[in-house]
Nanobody, 126 residues
Framework: QVKLVESGGGLVQSGGSLRLSCAAS????????VGWFRQAPGKGREGLSC????????RDADSVKGRFTVSRDIAKNTVYLQMDSLKPEDTAVYYC???????????????????WGQGTQVTVSS
């Protein structure tokens, strides 16, 4: 049974940083990718960054390039999202998701991923 658990959210001032973690377990279906998404109140889900676990290939949405960095620690089965220069508009619930992936990952298509975590709240104060 695949399980994803996010952590690291919280309240931070504008310009600050947070590092989110996504601990994955039970993924035995083959090579996989992890994506990070967020959803702000009253808005749709937005893709941010993703990473192919086997070869460390990453992709970032234009909206977060230069501010957010995705990485993984294979030994810990954990994927991270380092978020710097945070803005009030980054306030949202952040989710990680996982899915089988051989060559690429997606920041655009949430249907690419079969498994989702419960989300962690990030609030950026001005």
């Amino acid at each position: 049974q695949v399980k994803l658990v996010e952590s690291g959210g919280g309240l931070v001032q504008s310009g600050g940083s947070l590092r989110l973690s996504c601990a994955a377990s039970g993924f035995t279906n083959g090579p996989y990718a992890v994506g990070w998404f967020r959803q702000a109140p009253g808005k749709g889900r937005e893709g941010l960054s993703c990473i192919l676990i086997e070869n460390n290939t990453t992709r970032d949405a234009d909206s977060v390039k230069g501010r957010f960095t995705v990485s993984r620690d294979i030994a810990k089965n954990t994927v991270y999202l380092q978020m710097d220069s945070l803005k009030p508009e980054d306030t949202a619930v952040y989710y990680c998701a996982a899915g089988v992936a051989f060559y690429t990952c997606s920041t655009r298509d949430s249907n690419f991923y079969d498994y989702w975590g419960q989300g962690t709240q990030v609030t950026v104060s001005s």
